[in-house]
Nanobody
């Protein structure tokens, strides 16, 4: 069984930084994609950033230049470094993992990020 454990959320003032982590554990042997999504109150869940096969990254236009996604392949952990945070970045951030072995699409429990003065 695969589990995703997220950490690093919290409250920060505009312009501040946070770093999210998501560790995949259990019987997972080959990961295709690791990524982060977020959901603001009253809005649909949206893509923030993904990293494919450990190196190819993609970002939502709203976070380009401010957020950086990275992955520790040995630890099956994905990170999201968030700089220059804005109030519109507020929401619940979810980790997502798509794997080859086992074949699956997994979600974390979500971590709250609040940006407010």
């Amino acid at each position: 069984q695969v589990q995703l454990v997220e950490s690093g959320g919290g409250s920060v003032q505009p312009g501040g930084s946070l770093r999210l982590s998501c560790a995949a554990s259990g019987s997972i042997f080959s990961i295709y994609l690791m990524g982060w999504y977020r959901q603001a109150p009253g809005k649909q869940r949206e893509l923030v950033a993904t990293i494919i096969n450990g190196s190819s990254t993609h970002y939502a236009d709203s976070v380009k230049g401010r957020f950086t996604i990275s992955r520790d392949n040995f630890q099956n952990t994905v990170y999201l470094q968030m700089n220059n945070l804005k109030p519109e970045d507020t929401g619940v951030y979810y980790c997502n993992v798509v794997s080859y072995r086992p074949l699956g699409n997994y979600w974390g429990q979500g971590t709250q990020v609040t940006v407010s003065s």
